[in-house]
C-alpha cells in the first residue's frame, strides 16, 4: 500500500472559522511533510515531522499549527486564515526520519478556499 | 526558495509524439526527482536519478542527468492523450530532506 489519503477534499471556510485537514499513512513512514500549492506554481514545503517530532517550519505564520498525533496521522489545523492561504494543500511521506533523500509520497491534496 | 527552472514552460504535441522537458538546478545533489501533476492534483512519483547515475529508464520514460551541467532531462516517447500534466523535477537537501521542485512544465498532448 502506497497511499497517502487526505481529507476534506474541498473546504470552504471564511476568516474567522476554525477547521482541520488530516492526512493519514499506513506505510510505516517515520517523516510526513505539508507542502501549500498556489494555482501554476511548484509546491512549497511547510513543515516536515520526523518520528512525530516538528522538525522543520518554514517560518509559517501560526495561523497553521500541525499536529503528528501518531506516526500514521499528521493534521493541519486552521485558524484566522486569510483569502491569500486559498491553495492546494498536499501532504506527503517518506521512509525515513528527516532529513532523508528518499522518494515522498504524495496525497491527492485539499483544495481549501478562504472567504 | 526554488532553485529549480525548467523548460520549456508549456509544450503542446500530438499524440505518438516524443516529449522532452528540461531541468535545472543550483546546488549539489544525492538524486534528481520526476513528478507528475494532473490538474489540481496530488503528485506522482515518476522517476528517481541518483546522482551517479546518467540515464535511467522506466517504460516510457528516460531521463537524463549531468552534474557537470547541474541539468536533467525527462524524454516521455510515444505519448498518449492521458500523459496531459504538469511535471515538476526537484531535487532534496540533504542537510534537511526538503524537496524543492522546479517551477514545472505543462504538457498537452493532443489525441
Known amino acids: 500500500d502506497t497511499e497517502v489519503t487526505q481529507t476534506p477534499k474541498h473546504l470552504v471556510m471564511g476568516m474567522t472559522n476554525k477547521k482541520s485537514l488530516k492526512c493519514e499513512q499506513h506505510?510505516?513512514?517515520?517523516?510526513m511533510y505539508w507542502y501549500k500549492q498556489k494555482a501554476k506554481k511548484p509546491p512549497e514545503l511547510m513543515f516536515v515531522y520526523s518520528y512525530e517530532k516538528l522538525s522543520i517550519n518554514e517560518s509559517v505564520p501560526s495561523r497553521f499549527s500541525p499536529e503528528c498525533p501518531n506516526s500514521s496521522l499528521l493534521n493541519l489545523h486552521l485558524h484566522a486564515l486569510q483569502p491569500e492561504d486559498s491553495a492546494l494543500y498536499l501532504c506527503?511521506?517518506?521512509?525515513?526520519?528527516?532529513?532523508?533523500?528518499?522518494?515522498?509520497?504524495f496525497g491527492p491534496g485539499t483544495r481549501l478556499t478562504v472567504l | 526558495s526554488q532553485q529549480g527552472e525548467e523548460d520549456p514552460q508549456a509544450l503542446s504535441i500530438q499524440e505518438g509524439e516524443n516529449a522532452t522537458m528540461n531541468c535545472s538546478y543550483k546546488t549539489s545533489i544525492n538524486n534528481l526527482q520526476w513528478y507528475r501533476q494532473n490538474s489540481g492534483r496530488g503528485l506522482v512519483h515518476l522517476i528517481l536519478?541518483?546522482?551517479?547515475?546518467r540515464e535511467k529508464h522506466s517504460g516510457r520514460l528516460r531521463v537524463t542527468l549531468d552534474t557537470s551541467k547541474k541539468s536533467s532531462s525527462l524524454l516521455i516517447t510515444a505519448s498518449r492523450a492521458a500523459d496531459t500534466a504538469s511535471y515538476f523535477c526537484a531535487t532534496i537537501s540533504s542537510n534537511t530532506g526538503k524537496l524543492i521542485f522546479g517551477q514545472g512544465t505543462t504538457l498537452q498532448v493532443k489525441p
Open positions: 506505510m510505516g513512514h517515520r517523516a
Open positions: 536519478i541518483r546522482s551517479n547515475e
Open positions: 506527503a511521506s517518506s521512509h525515513n526520519a528527516a532529513p532523508s533523500t528518499d522518494t515522498q509520497y
